[in-house]
Structures are given as structure tokens and as C-alpha cells.
């Protein structure tokens, strides 16, 4: 497809959407039901009608609770959920269905195939989402965590609407050839994990402790000989923030909207007042000369990331 052919139908409904999207990675997981319920009630509030979820979050409960909260709103949302993929093609119309069945719908307006598997051809699980497309359970096909060969493979099979990478201050290893080729190719990027997975916030101590249950103590920020140098530029940020007394998070995910050729940038948020804040980073404009400050730092401390595709180290 060229550059020339028809937008992708993701590109056009989120021309109206609220650039921020919300993360629903945590519901079901790590917090209370009412804070989540909180979360979305703000965010709906807020005006926020993308949203992100998957099946694997929680184990199908944080689908559950945005069913649950959606019910009698499905056509003033934007409503973008995941499915991992088995060896067999039909493995993943299976996620599809048993996720509209716990969501409570009969479509989604956005399907991602949330990771590859790396020992299977993954063409023929994207012919039968294509033939799903057509049956009106799915508007749009998408990725995430793909590499971009990856990508090209799976594009023989089916449409691909979107795709959702990691991308922050932190993490921009998807410039160098996956933006150019979706920008070309009139696919949607979203941004997840778009302040760091909460480093961004300059909350973290030098020496942070998680929950056994918590994946950040595994990604690739907070590895030994990655974490010391992030902490501590971090630090830099926040002095820069500090100085014009705006929230360091509010920098960074300014940052990434700055970068045009992000359609969506998710923010997760815990409760209500995170989502508040999170938004409230929209209502300011960083002057020009921060963001080129910030920039350079972050061109300086993306040299000391790993040699990763992803941060979660996970290749299946």
C-alpha cells in the first residue's frame, strides 16, 4: 500500500478522539475494583473515549470491569483490545470471541495481534482476522511488539491499521525504521509505556522494590547497569521541570505528542486522580526550548539502553 492509497480507518476516528488514550493495563491486576472503575469514570468524564485493554490483562478481569462500565456506551467509545496468538490460526479467533464475550459486545474497533510468535507463520491468524473484519466483529486490524519484518510478512495477509509500540524519552529504537515505514504506509502509531512506566514521574528511589507480580522488575529500564544511569537522568529532568514548575510526567508526554507521527499515546493511570492528572498535562503548552532540552537528554541516555527489541526482553 502506498502512501497515496486510502487512510487507514484507525488514522481517521482518532483525528477525534482525545490524543490521550487509557491504559487499562493494571485494572483487574494490581488494584482495587473501585479504583479502576474509578479511573474509567474519570477518564469518561474527561473526555477520554480511546481505550486500551487485552485480554491479558488480568486474565480477562480488566475486560470484565471495561464491559462492565462500556455497557449502553459502545458507540461513543473507541475500544482497541488484544489477543495472543497459539500455533494454530484459529487460536486467535478464539481470544477474539472469548474477548467480546467477556466484554460484553458483539464487535471491538480495534484488534491487535499483541505479540508474534517467532515459530509459526503468522499469516493465516491474519487471514481469518481479515475474514472477521468482514463479518463486523473487528473495525480495524493492528499490532504490537512487532518487528518490522515482522510486520512486512504479515501485511501479505492482511490490512494492517495500526500499530502499538513502546515509545518514550526512554525508549525510541522504533525511529530508526518502524515510524518511517508506517508513517509511509498509512499506518496508525500508538505509544505505550509513553512516560517510561511510571520512571518519568520522578517517583521512583535510587534502589526501587516491586511486587513479585509487578513486570517492571524485569524490563530492560530497570536492569543493574541500566537503572543507575536513568535515575540519575531522571534527576536532570525533573530540575529541568522543577524550574518551570510543571510535572515532570506533563514533560514527557507533551514530548510524545510533540513527536507528529504519534496517532494515540496511552497513559496508564491506577484511580481517578492519576487519569486527572494525567490529563491535565494537556493543558499547558511546554515552551519550544524544553523540549529541545529534554531531547538532548534523551538522545544522550537512549545511548546506554540495551541492544533489545523490546523492553519486556520477551520473545516468544
Not at 494515540?264 to 491535565?280: H, L, P, T
Request: charged content about 25%; glycine content about 6%.
Amino acid at each position: 500500500m502506498s502512501s497515496l492509497e486510502k487512510e487507514s480507518p484507525v488514522n481517521s476516528v482518532l483525528k477525534d478522539q482525545c490524543v490521550l488514550a487509557l491504559g487499562c493495563m493494571t485494572f483487574g491486576a494490581n488494584e482495587k475494583d473501585e479504583d479502576s472503575l474509578g479511573a474509567m469514570q474519570t477518564a469518561w468524564d474527561l473526555g477520554i473515549t480511546h481505550w486500551d485493554t487485552a485480554l491479558a490483562y488480568g486474565s480477562g478481569h480488566a475486560e470484565s470491569l471495561c464491559g462492565k462500565f462500556l455497557k449502553g456506551k459502545w458507540d461513543q467509545v473507541f475500544l482497541a483490545t488484544k489477543g495472543m496468538p497459539g500455533k494454530k490460526p484459529e487460536s486467535i479467533i478464539k481470544s477474539l470471541h472469548k474477548s467480546l464475550k467477556i466484554l460484553g459486545t458483539d464487535t471491538v474497533d480495534l484488534f491487535y495481534m499483541h505479540w508474534p510468535r517467532s515459530d509459526v507463520d503468522m499469516r493465516p491468524h491474519f487471514e481469518l482476522l481479515e475474514r472477521e473484519r468482514k463479518l463486523g466483529t473487528i473495525g480495524a486490524i493492528g499490532v504490537s511488539n512487532f518487528s518490522l519484518e515482522q510486520l512486512k510478512h504479515v501485511r501479505e495477509a492482511a490490512t494492517i491499521d495500526a500499530h502499538q509500540l513502546c515509545y518514550n524519552l526512554y525508549w525510541r529504537k522504533a525511529e530508526a525504521d518502524m515510524i518511517p515505514y508506517c508513517e509511509e504506509n498509512n499506518i496508525a502509531v500508538i505509544s505505550y509505556s509513553s512516560i517510561a512506566q511510571g520512571i518519568l514521574t520522578g517517583k521512583f528511589s535510587h534502589d526501587p522494590i516491586f511486587e513479585s507480580n509487578d513486570s517492571r522488575s524485569h524490563t530492560v529500564f530497570f536492569q543493574s547497569d541500566v537503572w543507575p544511569y536513568l535515575s540519575a537522568t531522571t534527576k536532570k529532568l525533573k530540575l529541568i521541570a522543577t524550574a518551570i514548575d510543571c510535572p515532570l510526567h506533563h514533560i514527557a508526554i507533551q514530548w510524545v505528542i510533540e513527536q507528529k507521527v504519534i496517532n494515540s499515546v496511552i497513559v496508564g493511570a491506577r484511580n481517578g486522580s492519576q487519569v486527572r492528572d494525567n490529563v491535565a498535562s494537556l493543558d499547558r503548552k511546554i515552551p519550544v526550548e524544553i523540549i529541545k532540552k529534554v531531547t538532548e537528554i534523551s538522545n544522550e541516555a537512549i545511548k546506554h539502553l540495551p541492544d533489545e527489541e523490546n523492553i519486556f526482553k520477551y520473545y516468544p
